[in-house]
């Protein structure tokens, strides 16, 4: 690069971009999709929000309709927020309680099993979630269950690899309830469903297969996330939401999204992709990102790791020859 690497580099033309994008969705939606408009989920969240923004830039409020859709273990405020930008942008909404769904099938049962598998005693009022660390030493990230009493003692362990992948099949139940919701709305309006991955998301494998990671259309999986904080200023989206910390909120304790999975703060993340991508040295990005060079290295290793084993997430069924 002729410029010092740094976060200028992740600067963008809000007003351009959100332009292009609307024009690309109407395009999408309306002729190569052939569909009357576009249905979201609404989290509360930043990229949900310019997601919902952006099909109302492209199609008018009238032919977009938001969903929330929460559950026993979300936070309280996701709901309030998710109705704010509904009523803020003046399109349809819904809110539909998926915590019966879940229940049904088996979602909170099959979890708390694994869970008792580590902690006999969990049980009602307790709360739980899963933290990702990196060894001092460096290597592999290691889970760790960390579980709340209701008295409020918490404790943690380490998960052993059926514990942690029963955990998560459970838990991915609500990503993929959620999208059985918004693919019943977007079938009986004809309309189709916009997804709402950002770049980091989309890169790292950050999303549940058939769940969060299905949809018809997917607007900002281009976008870093600074560059969707960009977005979101230029659009006016709620100051409220644009300051939320990003979290999973899947899990019944708090939990960001850089402590269950990316490991960084997502803007130095942001820089780190970037710079891997660029072919920028870890001695130069090291400055821009605020790590030493040994750090940054070890980020861009986590980065390709995590590529090659999510690369699954994004492969489409396989076939024994072409029909």
């Known amino acids: 690069m002729s410029a010092a690497f740094s976060q200028r580099h992740l600067e963008i033309d809000a007003a351009a971009e959100c332009e292009r994008i609307a024009a690309t969705l109407r395009r999408q939606l309306l002729k190569d999709l052939n569909r009357r408009g576009a249905v979201l989920g609404l989290s509360g969240g930043v990229d949900s929000s310019v997601v919902a923004a952006l099909c109302v830039r492209a199609l008018g409020p009238?032919?977009?309709?938001?969903?929330?859709?929460?559950?026993?273990?979300?936070?309280?405020?996701?709901?309030?927020?998710?109705?704010?930008?509904?009523?803020?942008?003046?399109?349809?909404?819904?809110?539909?309680?998926?915590?019966?769904?879940?229940?049904?099938?088996?979602?909170?049962?099959?979890?708390?099993?694994?869970?008792?598998?580590?902690?006999?005693?969990?049980?009602?009022?307790?709360?739980?979630?899963?933290?990702?660390?990196?060894?001092?030493?460096?290597?592999?990230?290691?889970?760790?269950?960390?579980?709340?009493?209701?008295?409020?003692?918490?404790?943690?362990?380490?998960?052993p690899i059926d514990v942690y992948l029963g955990i998560v099949a459970a838990t991915n139940m609500k990503q993929r309830t959620r999208k059985q919701i918004e693919y019943y709305h977007a079938d009986r309006l004809n309309y189709a469903v916009a997804g709402t991955p950002n770049r980091l998301e989309y890169d790292q494998g950050f999303f549940v297969k058939n769940g969060d990671g299905s949809a018809d259309v997917k607007p900002i999986a281009h976008l870093y996330k600074s560059q969707v904080y960009?977005?979101?200023?230029?659009?006016?989206?709620?100051?409220?939401?644009?300051?939320?910390?990003?979290?999973?909120?899947?899990?019944?304790?708090?939990?960001?999204?850089?402590?269950?999975?990316?490991?960084?703060?997502?803007?130095?993340?942001?820089?780190?992709?970037?710079?891997?991508?660029?072919?920028?040295?870890?001695?130069?990005?090291?400055?821009?990102?605020?790590?030493?060079?040994?750090?940054?290295?070890?980020?861009?290793?986590?980065?390709?790791?995590?590529?090659?084993?999510?690369?699954?997430?994004?492969?489409?069924?396989m076939l024994v020859e072409r029909p």
């Open 230 to 317: 960009q977005l979101a200023a230029w659009l006016g989206v709620p100051e409220e939401i644009c300051r939320r910390t990003p979290t999973t909120d899947t899990y019944s304790l708090s939990q960001t999204q850089e402590e269950f999975y990316f490991g960084l703060p997502l803007a130095k993340l942001d820089l780190c992709v970037y710079a891997l991508d660029h072919g920028v040295s870890a001695e130069e990005a090291a400055s821009a990102v605020g790590l030493s060079p040994e750090q940054v290295d070890a980020v861009y290793r986590d980065i390709a790791g995590k590529r090659r084993t999510t690369r699954y997430q994004h492969q489409a069924p």
């Open 62 to 159: 009238n032919k977009v309709f938001g969903i929330m859709m929460p559950e026993q273990d979300n936070d309280p405020e996701s709901l309030r927020l998710g109705r704010e930008v509904a009523a803020w942008l003046r399109i349809e909404h819904v809110v539909e309680d998926i915590t019966p769904i879940l229940a049904g099938a088996g979602c909170y049962r099959r979890r708390d099993e694994f869970i008792r598998r580590l902690f006999p005693e969990y049980g009602p009022g307790w709360r739980s979630k899963i933290v990702s660390r990196k060894p001092q030493a460096g290597g592999y990230n290691l889970s760790y269950l960390v579980v709340q009493s209701p008295s409020g003692e918490t404790r943690e362990a380490r998960m």
